[in-house]
């Protein structure tokens, strides 16, 4: 019973993911709780996080219901796949235009 919110870590997370196989959960207790860290195959991070992170919140939120009914506090640590891409958001003055074709509007970049 020690293990079960790891297991279920598994379950939904291969349940959700393209390469299930790749998916590897290691559980560790300290005076903090419970830590689940979770690596999934890079094309799969995507569906793990969800928009705007909302599926990675509600796994976290299952979690934290999973340990309070075990009297436990149980935390989820996503690990970023080596190589990831880091995405870089412009400022405003970073933005420039290109013209897209004659007569059209322009394109900001």
């Given at each position: 019973m020690a293990e079960a919110d790891k297991e279920f870590v598994d379950n939904v997370v291969k349940a959700i993911v393209d390469?299930?196989?790749d998916v590897k959960t290691e559980r560790s207790v300290d005076e903090m709780g419970v830590l689940i860290e979770l690596s999934v195959h890079p094309e799969d991070m995507g569906k793990i996080i969800g928009k705007e992170g909302?599926?990675?919140k509600s796994v976290r939120t299952l979690l934290r219901v999973l340990g309070a009914k075990n009297n436990s506090r149980v935390n989820l640590k996503i690990i970023e796949p080596e190589g990831g891409k880091e995405v870089k958001i412009p400022d405003e003055k970073d933005k420039t235009s290109k013209p897209?074709?004659?007569g059209k509007a322009t394109e900001v970049v």
């Open positions: 390469h299930p196989d909302r599926t990675a897209l074709e004659e």
